[in-house]
């Protein structure tokens, strides 16, 4: 929402005044926050864990997978780049490729680029010759033995060159998942939160009958303070809390950081940045398609 926002700055300098603890203390901005941003979201992902960084987040949603499905294995998209910690260094091709390489119990999907991936424009179906390569992975692992946890994907791969899935794979990939007992985990660390312009969250550009299991949230959600987010559903939760170790973060969900993320989704709202990012966003796709026309050596405009 921009640089030193005046109101998060007051939000954040009001709060510090009053009270930070760890969040052991009970606090109203947390229940407060958690009710907000679950108005963003479809109904079912109704629970919500509170955490101070995006790759805190997205190990979470691992563990919760791997808890939820009792199932070892995350299939990712090639390029993917999923955060900084060892567990996830392990299922982002991006960087294990250049370090101790593929873990046996990761499998690399290709990119749903119809621009430069294996199925283009020019495919009668790519959404589905896509998803169907998931399928295909699920089926060698299979017989490899091993078992899907998730498929873990960020819903517009930022990384691997801001790519747009075609319509129907999130769905259809949804569906192999789901029947092999793996979930479905959103990373939407970069590209939530109204950035899409259209939708709230990227994962809607696939539609409305489309709801992933778990979504993780971190960067734009604080404006440059460190919160991050996992909203997943009621029985994933409760698988995880089953095993009678608690989830606890000293700092996740504390009192000033709640304060942050309450006025950022009011300056979202009260500045109709949502709005604002579809509009600049058409103009420049438009100004940058009007260079293509041009310029042969552009190709794609994304």
Known sequence: VGHCHPDIVKAAHEQNQLLNTNSRYLHDNLVDYAERLSKTLPEKLCIFYFLNSGSEANDLALRL????????????LDHAYHGHLTSLIDISPYKFRNLEGQKKKVHVAP???TYRGLYREDHEDSGTAYANEVKNI???AQKRGRKIAAFFVESLPSVGGQIIPPAGYFQKVAEHVHKAGGIFIAD???VGFGRVGKHFWAFQLQGEDFIPDIVTMGKPIGNGHPIACVATTKEIAEAFGATGVEYFNTFGGNPVSCAI???VLDVIQKEH???HATEVGNFLM???KEQKIKHPIIGDVR
């Open 138 to 140: 699920i089926e060698q």
């Open 111 to 113: 990119v749903p680029d």
């Open 188 to 190: 939407e660390i970069q």
């Open 273 to 275: 940045l949502q709005a």
């Open 286 to 288: 438009n100004l940058l």
């Open 65 to 76: 997978a791997r808890q939820y499905t009792k199932h070892e294995d995350v299939i990712v």
């Open 261 to 263: 993320g309450l006025a």
